[in-house]
């Protein structure tokens, strides 16, 4: 009797939590559209969304954010072209190739990879990568669209391959006995057999890639060049939306047209990740269907 007790009320308690937790992202979600809203009904949302100047603190006012946003999503993309590819093959090798008295302290490593604070990429990304960026492209500053790209992808790789690795274990499981039996090799049962079936894992690691590369902000901060400029070159300057905010939020009045512009940034910027999910979500029942 008391052990029904203790699991209807650990039940209970799981129920709570997470109804707080949406409630919690919904007053999250309302908070930024009411301080947003403000911006909104002096700027219309297209000319603040595809406007091509950001000048909040001029007398001639310009608020858009196209380059920002382009920036984002130039960032993002590089940094999942970067690391997907890696991803999958280390993901393959510890799935299927790595021995267990190595791939232990692998998969341990790849874990505190994931845990190490942002700032500590951009620490080693100014110390180690701009100087090497300086010197093999002559660049006065190596601060640049394809510096921001490198750290982002290494920051994103951990998340990929735990992915990743997940589902091409559990892919492999209903045809590694049958390819041992009738004889066919390894490479071609993982190659023909497992990438195709964990497709969805893969979309899925590169989605949660994304979406962290997109909310980074102080690695990004230190390598970017934090320019407001249209992402045409690699090694270009850019800012994207989480650099915005972080260098103009402490700077911009309280209930000022700039701090409004900041949350309108911040609103459009989730509005984003929320499509992209959305996306992923579609095109998973998709395959799977």
Not at 179 to 207: C, E, K, N, T
Not at 250 to 260: D, E, K
Request: proline fraction near 5%.
């Amino acid at each position: 009797m008391l052990h029904y007790r203790f699991e209807k009320l650990f039940a209970a308690t799981v129920k709570g939590l997470t109804v707080a937790a949406l409630f919690i992202l919904l007053f999250i979600i309302l908070f930024i559209l009411k301080e947003s809203l403000v911006v909104f009904r002096q700027v219309s949302i297209g000319d603040f969304i595809f406007g091509g100047q950001w000048r909040p603190v001029s007398l001639n006012l310009r608020l858009g954010l196209w380059p920002i946003l382009t920036a984002s999503l130039v960032l993002s993309a590089l940094a999942l072209a970067l690391a997907l590819p890696p991803a999958v093959g280390a993901a393959l090798f510890l799935a299927h190739v790595c021995p267990d008295r190595l791939g232990r302290p692998l998969r341990s490593l790849i874990a505190i990879m994931a845990g190490i604070p942002s700032v500590v990429y951009g620490f080693a990304g100014v110390v180690l990568l701009l100087p090497i960026l300086e010197r093999l492209f002559k660049m006065s500053s190596g601060d640049s669209l394809l510096a921001g790209g490198i750290v982002l992808g290494v920051m994103i790789l951990p998340f990929i391959i735990a992915t990743t690795t997940e589902s091409m274990e559990a892919a492999a499981q209903g045809h590694s006995v049958v390819s041992r039996a009738m004889g066919v090799s390894r490479w071609y049962m993982l190659r023909r057999l497992v990438l195709p079936a964990s497709r969805m894992g893969i979309i899925a690691g590169a989605v949660l890639g994304v979406s962290r590369a997109m909310g980074e902000t102080m690695a990004v901060i230190m390598v970017v060049g934090n320019s407001p400029l249209l992402p045409t070159e690699l090694l270009g300057r850019i800012k994207p939306i989480p650099a915005l905010i972080a260098l103009e939020i402490g700077s911009a009045p309280l209930g000022s047209i700039h701090y409004h512009a900041l949350f309108g940034a911040g609103f459009v910027l989730l509005v984003l990740l929320l499509a992209i999910n959305l996306l992923f979500y579609f095109l998973r029942k998709r395959l799977v269907s």
